[in-house]
T-cell receptor, first 114, second 112 residues
Framework: AQTVTQSQPEMSVQEAETVTLSCTYD???????LFWYKQPPSRQMILVIR??????QNATENRFSVNFQKAAKSFSLKISDSQLGDAAMYFC???????????FGTGTRLKVLA | DTGVSQDPRHKITKRGQNVTFRCDPI?????LYWYRQTLGQGPEFLTY????????KSRLLSDRFSAERPKGSFSTLEIQRTEQGDSAMYLC??????????FGPGTRLTVT
């Protein structure tokens, strides 16, 4: 069975600074995908970034990048130049080809301080 | 493309009543998923459809829960004889085959 663990219930970052959110996962599958989703207060979840397990290169989307360590089963999210609008719950999720159902972590609440 | 929509957004019901939620996916998406999210937790998978076929159900989905997706378009999730433990946010998501999932705003259920 797949598991996803987020060990940081809450993180804070100063505006314009960089923050890293941690995620570890466990799976016996070889073909899987990893995601970070953002859930602002009272708003729907939106995709931040995705990583295919077969790709060695770390995914990057503007100010968001991941550090994908396959052997360590680690998938952290780095947010550069943090903005007030980045404040939200961030969920790490994993899925495998075939079912594509997501297994989510418990989330990390990110606070951005002005 | 108007995104995934869910109706109602909020539902308050008394214990023992039946409730039904609706999800309208993005029109060209063939996969539709239901998740349940309780306070302080990540969403938990309930069930998913490929077109009109329900391909997987979680053990979380007791006999009181049923989901349908007639004609492979919108989906409904019904909870019979609601219990206080059913209080949660019910999320719907849709996707193309192996693409990322797009989530709706959710239906918040409160069972009193």
């Amino acid at each position: 069975a797949q598991t996803v663990t987020q060990s940081q219930p809450e993180m804070s970052v100063q505006e314009a600074e960089t923050v890293t959110l941690s995620c570890t996962y466990d799976t016996s599958e070889s073909d899987y995908y990893l995601f970070w989703y953002k859930q602002p207060p009272s708003r729907q979840m939106i995709l931040v970034i995705r990583q295919e397990a077969y790709k060695q290169q770390n995914a990057t989307e503007n100010r968001f990048s991941v550090n994908f360590q396959k052997a360590a089963k680690s998938f952290s999210l780095k947010i550069s130049d943090s903005q007030l609008g980045d404040a939200a719950m961030y969920f790490c999720a994993a899925t495998t080809s075939g079912t594509y159902k997501y297994i989510f972590g418990t989330g990390t609440r990110l606070k951005v301080l002005a | 493309d108007t995104g995934v929509s869910q109706d109602p957004r909020h539902k308050i019901t008394k214990r023992g009543q039946n409730v039904t939620f609706r999800c309208d996916p993005i029109s060209e998406h063939n996969r539709l998923y239901w998740y349940r999210q309780t306070l302080g937790q990540g969403p938990e998978f309930l069930t998913y459809f490929q077109n009109e076929a329900q391909l997987e159900k979680s053990r979380l989905l007791s006999d009181r829960f049923s989901a349908e997706r007639p004609k492979g378009s919108f989906s409904t999730l019904e909870i019979q004889r609601t219990e206080q433990g059913d209080s949660a946010m019910y999320l719907c998501a849709s996707s193309l085959a192996n693409d990322e999932q797009y989530f709706g705003p959710g239906t918040r259920l409160t069972v009193t």
